[in-house]
Nanobody, 117 residues
Framework: QVQLAESGGGLVQAGGSLRLSCVAS????????MGWHRQAPGKQRELVAT??????TNYANSVKGRFTISRDAKNTVYLQMNSLKPEDTAVYYC????????????WGQGTQVTVSS
């Protein structure tokens, strides 16, 4: 079992920055992949960024060059979001995938990000 808790969301103007944090209930180094997803009103949930236990990262095309996923040495994953756009408005979810090739097994409750124009 892994419990995930996101924080750091809020209201920001277009062009601004936010840093989201995701704290896991245990060390994340035994977890294959940590990811950030988002879901905007009326839209499907989409994968934004992932980081593997080897440190490899991957990003959705819509956020490349603006968002950065990282992790600390213990149990926290971050999503640094720069140059935010109104279309980045969504609920952002942290998730954990225990094994390569499987789906994401655990999810946080989400944190709201609202970008005003």
């Amino acid at each position: 079992q892994v419990q995930l808790a996101e924080s750091g969301g809020g209201l920001v103007q277009a062009g601004g920055s936010l840093r989201l944090s995701c704290v896991a209930s245990r060390s994340i180094f035994g977890i294959n992949t940590m990811g950030w997803h988002r879901q905007a009103p009326g839209k499907q949930r989409e994968l934004v960024a992932t980081i593997t236990n080897s440190g490899s990262t991957n990003y959705a095309n819509s956020v490349k060059g603006r968002f950065t996923i990282s992790r600390d040495a213990k149990n926290t994953v971050y999503l640094q979001m720069n140059s935010l756009k109104p279309e980045d408005t969504a609920v952002y979810y942290c998730a954990a995938r225990l094994r390569y090739g499987s789906g994401f097994d655990y999810w946080g409750q989400g944190t709201q990000v609202t970008v005003s124009s």
